[in-house]
């Protein structure tokens, strides 16, 4: 029986040919990190998943982005394989030229696969789309010269290739803008913390590295001690799972990870384990616990040599741990800096154009940010007016009604992005005020059409709560500033006058606050460096000071002041400290006193600039005068500019500045908007704030300072318009020149289109399409095995920049689902619940839940949005087919997709995932038995899938051909035999691939209600598959030579593994199995039994009966070919019980018939041996050994008997009782012919002793004989018996092995002895022993008691009643021939 856990673990390698790509980009090694989070379905997730259905998935905000205008415009309704992932719409410059050439490019740049996914390779082209170089219809081209010019080809080619690169890097740079502007304001999502962690992935390098570790771990080079079972279980492990092609396939795609090679190893050691016999004081946890640290320390190459370890010494295992770390760090929740940093090596872009970019987009200012958004959601929402005006602007629905819809989205999309924008706190309590969330209420239309959203002069004008006035103003209750003071008096000069060691002290307070006192010092050193911390609510507060003199006088009241000061600090007031010069009385002596104060007043988050402005209105300040000026933002949509007096704390005066415009103005513009014909007095540097019925002429007395409050107003108003400063004859001023030069720099570099772009006017679909493919192409690329899934840090951007620039959710995951089908189809692992969650947002936002109410449509998708288009119907329709084909393949390959059931539910995943595509709709579900007949499909051309790869694969000892080749014919010449051997190795690879099959896959759907049913399909698989090995089987056993037996083998190895098979035990191809092979075994038992029957005849006919063994040659033949025979038959294990007894009845039989006949010829040959030489009877006679070879038969016929003829112990067929029976009859016949035999001799002694009788003629001869001392004393006789007697005995006891058969015979032997003797003794009681006749009989009964007493005879047999009576009457008749002196 051959082993089958000796076979070669077969490679089945997926065989994934990858066609011509005609994108192919260069994409940077990256070390991104795991991805282990979703999309987001926002609160409405009503697709039928859940995201604790799918386990990985972190939250972030599609709501936001679903409900998105990204494809408001015509341009959005694009081809999906056409572009290069990016561009924007008709007004977007950054397109590229469809007319260029297929060149090879040197930047990172994603490629579009045949379906629209974009690709990466290490060789970069440009789009599929364009035509090619050698094309003759390529627009505005000149035609093909007859003799090509290689000069003007390549200054073709390198100037196509010059332009796309540019243009490339144009679109890269203007993605990063709007990517870095969601990394600086995020405002929609968050970066999830309850994603899977992701495991770091194994390389191929890093396979060779363990490969070679477990290697040296079985050639005994590791310090790591281990058993036996702990050697084989590792041995069983590299040769199966290390060294599978399989896995090799999974590695180079990317798809499993250091834990995926542990769990594999504990579930195999597991089983061992299990299996392994209980050891007291041990328990298995314990074992398995110490297997799995000797793994960990295999894997982890304990004990390794630095040197031989990749990368050398201690340095570079220091570096290669310090970027692992700084690897693993991005996996978790990242800063601004890093995120920064890991999408600009997403896109490409370099160090100093990120820095370029960040002073110029001033992302570190959260004022210009939220004013950056505001002028967005202005835009958009102009956009949606003009969309409400035009439809032809919007792209085709699958339903006209859709369009209406579509407008109400768009409007809540933007309603909900200014929520979330107003959620955001500016100030402690502005999130409660009347300006929060509820004045968006406008935006929540419902049925009636609303009024078109203007703005004046590009600033965003919002419409208030309904009203009968349409306005809601700010009251002057609604402005609530709070400060915070910072005093430190630091030391006071000039007190002259104070003796050295008076104790003077001061004071600080602020007007309405409590008053606090510095520590005490000597006048000598009146230093204090004491710090007092106020809280007001005056915008212009006084900070009062006073210097004391402690009191001398016993009686004195007050301490006496020595000077005082008054501050009045703002928030721009210099923070460093400051001599002042103090007030003193009138009567002081020290008129110079001056003292150090360090004061500062933090600017409160809701103040966004203050200063002295002049300023004239129509509402407001109508008079021209300078005031103190403050710019409040109540909220993040609500700002006001106060004017304040001193120890106030509500403004005098105020205005809101909701749909005012500024910008700069001329001082001329200024006289004449103020009405004066003269120069107005104050102020040099103009301003003004205008709106449709309204202006404010503001003044600053310097450039700069007209500069920052002209930004600051423009942020708040949140006006497209950029206010421009005039330029003086001399040209800008310094101050201007230095607060913009961070924008000139950034124009030098050619980067004022990027920051000047107009968000509204790109179609962030396609710019989003590209972001996401680099996304995933550098997620993919990244340390860790992700299998698709993104890293917070990715999905946070992502998230938010589907929000904030109205991406669909539905164009998101499609783009997605292309992306990782198309990656999937070319051999990377993608895992399938990732494809399964954008798969069932996709089909929910397409299908819907849709209920008619009325005339209004009322969806219910995932994302909040109803409206489906044409583009997102036909892609979606395209990719669910694709989607069905690439499963369909994964399910038909699923030993190469999923290597030993890698990645851990992967495939239960994908057969959830079938069950979704195949379904119509999002409430239909599909029928059981339409998926069951998919699977079953799919599970068929599996089976002959493995079967080929496992024949053509398979390689046989020593030789190049595989067993396909031998087993095929296309090797001519193989022998039958050799053909059989194969074949044989085969069954053993097929037994080995189907019990991987069962532990890796079948068992991780037991117990599993919703895929019973796919543990019966693969019942079936495995039947199929077995049906295309019987093919092979039943064409080389018809080329076998009849009557030869090489065959059983294969029956063994293949009903072994079936018959331990609950659900292939008894299947069709075991039934064939046992059908094939059952004409065969009746006729090798036909066989043997004749050639049996034939070596007993031929056998005995030549037997010498020498002893061998237990019996004689012919015997120990004929057992051994008996027991051989059953054994065989019963390792055969025949899987048909009947024909199993009916095998087992006939093979009982056999060997009764075979025995008994065995037992006859001994017999006969016993009795003819027994004949030969009976005239001889002498001493000196020896028991022949033939005669003990045929008792040894005998006897070891009775022992065979029993395991030959009985079943498990007991006589089922009467066969052994039988055979038995005939054993003890003969048996006692060759007992007592051997006695007879022997006793013969002593009847011959006696027969001597007869000769001395009185009365006989002769007895008076040899009377005078024996008294002339001529006969001898008749001791020597009895001394020749004694010597037959131990003679006789040795040769039994030599001879013969049963040793009770032994004993039997000896007490039988010496009872007849004794019998003799003592009849001849009775017959002559009336007369006296002759002293020769007594001398040798007193010998003989003296010398054989004491001989069998030490052959084993018990003495009460020895001393029985017939053997004391002749020994009493031997020691009577030598007392009497003693007293007559007849002998000594």
Known sequence: MIDPSSSEEETDEEGVEEPHRHHHHSQRAAKGQDVGGSFAGGPNNTFGITPGQLAGHGNSNLGVGGNGAGAASSTAATSWGGGGGGGGGASNSLDVPQSSGSLPSRSVSPGLGPDGGTSTSTTATLPAHSPSLNSSHRSGSLPRPLSPSPSLSSDKNEQDFQEREEEERKRRLQLYVFVSRCVAYPFNAKQPTDMTKRQLKVTKQQLESLQQRFQSFLKGETPILADEAFHNAVQSYTELFLRSDRVLHAVTAGGLSSQDFRDVFRLSVERRVRSLPDIDGLSKETVLTSWMVKFDAIFKGVGEDDSRRPGGGPRSQQQQQAQLNQTLHSELALSKEQLYDLFQQILGVKKFEHQLLFNALQLDSSDEQAAAIRRELDGRLQKVAEMEKNRKLMPRFVLKEMEVLYIEELKSSINLLMANLESLPVSKGSADSRYGLQRFKRYNVSGKRRSSLLRSQGSLSRLDQDGPDGESTLSKMDIVLSFTLEVIIMEVKGLKSLAPNRIVYCTMEVEGGEKLQTDQAEASKPMWDTQGDFTTTHPLPQVKMKLFAEAEGMFALEDKELGRIVLRPTPLASKFPEWHK???????????????????????????????????????????????????????????????????????????????????????????????ASDLDGGRFFFNAVKEGDSVVFAADDEAESHLWVMALYRATGQSHKPAPPLTPSGKSSTIAKIQGDTDRARKHGMEEYISADPVKFDHSLLFKLVQTLTLDFRLNDPFASLGWFSPGQIFVLDEYCARYGVRGCYRHLYYLADLLYRAERGTMIDPTLIHYSFAFCASHVHGNRHSDGDVLAPARPDGVGTVTHEEKDKFQEIKERLRVRLEYQITNFRSCFPFGRPEGALKATLSLMERVLMKDIMTPVPAEEVRAVIKKCLENAALINYNKLASEAKVEGAETTIQDDLSGEQPGVPPMKKLEDLIHLAELCVDLLQQNEEHYAEAFKGDQAFAWFSDLLVEHAEIFWSFFAVDMDAVLAEQLPDTWDSFPLFQILNDYLR?????????????????????????????????AQSIHKGFEKEKWEIKGNGCSTSEDLFWKLDALQSFIHDLHWP??????????????????????????????????????????????????????????????????????????VDVHQYHTKIDELIERTSSTMSQGVVSRLLSVLESVISKLARYDEGSILGSILSFTYKQNVSGSGRDLGQSYVNFTRNSMDQIRSKVNDELWILNLFDAWYAAQIQMLGTWLADRMNHSLHPYQCTCLAHIVKKLPADLEVHGMLPTSLHGRDAVVVAQRIATEQQQLIRAGKIE
């Not at 056999?1150 to 041996?1169: G, H, L, V, Y």
Request: hydrophobic share 40%; charged share 25%.
């Open 582 to 676: 103090m007030e003193v009385p009138k009567n002081a002596t020290d008129k110079d006193l001056r003292i150090k104060i360090a004061c500062r007043m933090d600017k409160p988050l809701n103040m966004k600039h203050c200063g002295y402005l002049y300023a004239w209105g129509k509402g407001v300040w109508k008079k021209w005068k300078k005031r103190y000026y403050v710019l409040v933002q109540v909220s993040q949509y609500t700002f006001a500019m106060c004017s304040y007096k001193e120890k106030k704390t509500e403004p005098s005066e105020m205005f809101q500045l909701d749909g005012y415009t500024v910008d700069y103005i001329e001082a001329a513009s200024a006289n004449l908007m103020v009405g004066m």
């Open 1136 to 1209: 048909d019980a009947e024909f199993a007894r009916h095998l087992e009845q006939r093979l009982k039989l056999m060997a009764c018939d075979m025995i008994e006949s065995c037992i006859q010829r001994t017999e006969n040959a016993f009795q003819q041996w027994l004949k030969k030489g009976v005239t001889f009877n002498s001493t000196d006679y020896v028991l022949p050994a033939e005669l003990c070879a045929m008792v040894n038969v005998v006897l070891d016929a009775k022992q065979q008997s029993f395991k030959l003829c009985a079943v498990d112990g």
């Open 1060 to 1092: 331990m098979d609950d659900n292939l035990k008894n299947g069709r191809f075991h039934q064939h199995l046992r059908d094939t092979f059952a004409p065969q075994v009746v006729r090798y038992v036909d066989l043997m039994e004749s050639s049996i």
